[in-house]
């Protein structure tokens, strides 16, 4: 007589009418299955018989050890499960166990029957468990078995529980904290609205900082959006946030958060950061490749997992209990979707060049008037002006205002003193100066204000009154020496007692005195490891040469000198190479041909620059407002740009608006 054939799986699901998969979760109590059909499918596997084969199959595994290690993740569309999943399976699998994943897809009850059915099977050596709740109850029956498991990147509240979880507190803490320190008031932070460790954890960080910075919590701008919401009501309530709260800042507390954030920025047409700065996670690639790139918090997925696994394999091997929380590491990224609100002399507020526009009228009105305009440098002989010349010119330009001088006073206050003096006499409608005396060509500008408008680059002459100018445009010099004191900092992390030295310009040139206490702000504020053990002012720029030389001669284990700008930083250059000192790293602002080339060759490790076009256009946009409006802001500011080595060729474009030189 010919021996019965053996049912299949495949039969069984084609006789209840179900998938494969659908009878596999049955079998396994791996997903959430409704009572009704599982007792259809395991009335049809006794009827067939495949109820024998599952069984002799679960006795050989019993026979042997408990094999497979499970992860339990609330979905696959957050990178951080995904990279996690990854790296945990790399793991597993490399100590000999099975590693199963199983997807709750955020649904409290189908985690509970996963749960009930993980700790039956005697083939399961141990759970990792992203849990949906962080209330203890809801645990009960997982936590009184033996069953070895450990939590991972959420937890649930309860002494005998293990886990692992991300520094959730201490990384809203930080973001915030850059924020507020940025001169940002009026933060939003973005939430997910289902309740978990990791939201109480982030939120009591943001709320932190907000008490450190003196900010009233209760006004805190805390928004929770339901993230199994379809996506376009997502960004039509991070939409109604924005125009309720107005923000200068954002917060995004997740990944998908962050995704609907920049989305609704493209939808609305906002221009990040010059209209609202922005933080996010950053556990997705895409997150440096943004335009511009984006500030995250990046999570160390592959350390989590590292220690779980450690901890899950002690209880599995050992059956201790480790009863303690670990944390792994959050880092923050600052790129460039993040700006500095800066203040003017007299502690004007920035406006954004963005803000400043014309009508049509005034537009016609300025082609109309044929208006004339003077330039008064303090010197032509850098890229710097020649980019601040031919911003302000095209500007002009399509105004039809005539550029009527252009005078260089070669750093000499004597001589621009007597070039105003002509300028003067020429009477033109408006003059756009850069002194090069904060004192002493005061009151020639003062004198010049009766005939016409003014309009200052980068400084505002000392005591020469709000009423004489008609407003400063300048790069956000607080950012601009901030930028380079962290790029300091983050080139040095992770080392000791490092010593560095500062060259200073030490004169009273407003702009010049923020970026440089910028700087060293940065460094004693946030980098501990590295000691200023010598700050010098240079007050002319050629002095900068022997003041460097001194500076090593009395400090040779210096590793590192900050130098104000792009001119002096180039004598700061000559000095340690003639005291072949090349491996003293220098960092510095503004970008030029020369400073290029010493970042390729090694010795410049990082800088801020300003964009002299940019601030050239305007300028001569905040001139053609005035000569039609009263309505002028009395401080512009232009976010500087960051460049290290490895996007030269990027940087150059974006600043020159050419590719770079062929011998660069």
């Not at 951080?80 to 990854?86: E, F």
Request: overall charge negative; charged content about 30%.
């Amino acid at each position: 007589m010919a021996e019965k054939k053996k049912a299949t799986i495949k039969e069984v699901a084609e006789l209840a009418g179900v998938s494969i998969a659908t009878v596999s979760h049955i079998i396994n109590r791996t997903r959430y299955v409704s009572p009704e059909l599982v007792e259809k499918v395991e009335k049809i596997m006794i009827e067939t018989g495949y109820i024998n084969k599952v069984s002799e199959k679960a006795k050989k595994l019993r026979e042997g050890h408990a094999s497979i290690i499970v992860a339990i993740v609330p979905n696959v569309k957050s990178a951080i499960y995904r990279d996690l999943v990854s790296y945990l399976q790399e793991q597993i699998v490399a100590q000999g166990y099975r590693f199963f994943v199983i997807i709750t897809d955020e649904k409290i009850e189908e985690e509970k029957q996963i749960l009930s059915g993980l700790m039956k099977d005697k083939r399961i050596a141990g759970i990792l468990e992203i849990p949906l709740s962080y209330d203890a109850k809801q645990y009960t029956e997982l936590i009184n078995s033996k069953l070895p498991f450990v939590c991972i990147e959420r937890t649930i509240e309860s002494e005998k529980v293990d886990g692992v979880v991300f520094k959730d507190r201490e990384s809203l803490q930080k973001a915030t904290n850059y924020l507020l320190d940025c001169g940002h008031k009026n933060i939003m932070y973005l939430r997910e609205s289902r309740e978990s460790s990791t939201r109480e954890e982030r939120t009591r960080g943001f709320l932190d900082a907000l008490e450190k910075h003196n900010l009233n919590i209760n006004d805190a701008n805390i928004i929770d959006l339901d993230l199994q919401s379809e996506e376009d009501l997502c960004q039509l309530m991070i939409q109604k946030a924005i125009k309720k709260v107005m923000p200068t800042a954002i917060v995004a507390g997740g990944n998908r958060l962050t995704l609907h954030l920049l989305k609704t920025f493209r939808n609305m047409g906002i221009e990040c950061p010059n209209e609202i700065s922005a933080i996010g996670f950053g556990d997705e690639n895409w997150s440096e490749l943004m335009v511009p790139p984006l500030t995250t918090l990046e999570r160390d997925v592959k350390g989590i997992s590292t220690k779980a696994l450690n901890i899950l394999f002690e209880k599995i091997n050992t059956g201790n209990v480790i009863s303690k929380d670990y944390l792994a590491d959050v880092e923050l990224k600052i790129r460039k979707s993040t700006k500095m609100l800066d203040n003017g002399p007299y502690g004007e507020e920035a406006v954004s060049p963005e803000e400043i526009s014309l009508s049509s009228d005034e537009k016609k009105r300025l082609r109309n008037s044929k208006f004339r305009v003077a330039i008064s440098f303090h010197y032509t002989g850098t890229a710097w002006a020649e980019l601040h010349e031919k911003g302000i010119r095209d500007e002009l330009e399509q105004f039809g205002i005539d550029v009527v001088s252009v005078m260089d006073a070669h750093f000499d206050s004597e001589l621009q003193n007597v070039q105003l003096e002509g300028i003067r006499i020429q009477r033109p409608d408006a003059v756009i100066a850069v002194p090069t005396d904060d004192e002493a060509t005061a009151d020639k500008f003062r004198e010049l204000s009766q005939v016409s408008k003014l309009v200052f680059i980068s400084n505002v002459p000392e005591n020469i009154g709000q009423n004489s100018y008609v407003s400063c445009v300048s790069v956000n010099e607080w950012e601009n020496g901030s930028n380079a004191g962290r790029l300091m900092g983050e080139y040095f992390k992770g080392e000791d007692h490092v010593k560095v030295g500062f060259i200073v310009h030490g004169a009273t040139f407003y702009g010049t005195r923020a970026r440089d206490a910028a700087a060293e702000t940065m460094i004693k504020e946030n980098f501990q490891n590295i000691d200023i053990v010598s700050n010098r002012g240079f007050g002319q720029i050629e002095n900068t040469y022997q003041v460097c030389k001194d500076m090593v001669n009395d400090y040779p284990d210096i590793k590192a000198i900050y130098v104000s700008w792009d001119q002096p930083a180039l004598l700061a250059i000559r000095a340690l190479k003639e005291l072949h000192r090349q491996d003293i790293a220098v960092f510095t602002t503004d970008l030029d041909h020369d400073i290029a080339s010493n970042m390729e060759e090694g010795i410049v490790k990082g800088l801020s620059t300003q964009r002299p076009y940019e601030q050239g256009r305007a300028a001569a946009l905040v001139v053609a407002k005035t000569l039609v409006s009263d309505d002028v802001p009395k401080y512009v500011g232009v976010q500087p740009y960051i460049v290290d080595a490895k996007q030269l060729r990027r940087a150059w474009k974006d600043i020159f608006y050419e590719s770079l030189p062929s011998d660069l």
